[in-house]
């Protein structure tokens, strides 16, 4: 598999646009001003300005007045929301680490990231931000997830299943694999074909 961050990188001509995609992307609650929104990209006003309107008028983000200043914030609804969310979580953060040391965790038929991590949304009594199908090593997966709680300042919850077992707990409709599957989610590693089937 290509690299996926240099492929990005191909595909958005400026890494100043990419910065605003992942913030956005992975703060979807907060609206920002231009000035913090320089602070948090760390690049140049002007740049930052140029590609926010951008995203602007492509309804990426949409923008709301607060008084004199003029905050963004990540529209949800947009037409692409899904698959730019995809490419960014399986670019960086917890999906590209799982991404990137696959061969180190073991042999993953799926790796899975809910919508509990990628958008914030807890529902249901399974509060799990991944989950990872296959022959894992526990203490490799631990090690990268453990980087990421310390990034995000908060716990990351995760499931391993052994590939029988998941076959097993979807046969038997079991609520937490229904969810899984019914649920909007990213799927970092495997088919969705073969995940549903």
Known sequence: MANAKKTLDFLMISK???????????????????RAAVRELNEE???VRRELTRL??????LTE??????????????????????????T?????????????????????????????????VHDVDLVVVGGVNL????????KVEKQLGREVNY????RSEFE????????????LLMGTKVLLIGSNEELVN
């Open 56 to 61: 602007e008028e492509c309804k990426i983000l």
């Open 168 to 179: 097993l707990r979807k046969k038997r409709r079991d609520s937490f694999v229904v969810e």
């Open 139 to 146: 203490d490799a997966l631990g090690e990268i997830v453990s």
């Open 65 to 90: 007045r607060r008084g004199n200043r003029k905050y963004f914030s990540l529209n949800v609804n947009h037409v692409f929301f899904n698959e730019l969310l995809a490419i960014l979580h399986k």
């Open 45 to 47: 006003i002007n740049a």
């Open 16 to 34: 100043v646009r990419i910065k605003a995609l992942r913030y956005f992307f992975f703060h979807p609650d907060v609206p920002v001003h231009l």
């Open 92 to 124: 960086y953060g917890l999906g590209g680490s799982i991404i990137k040391n696959s061969s180190k965790i073991g042999d993953i038929d799926f790796a899975i990231l809910t919508s509990s991590y990628t958008r914030g949304i807890r529902v249901g």
């Open 159 to 162: 499931t391993v299943l052994k």
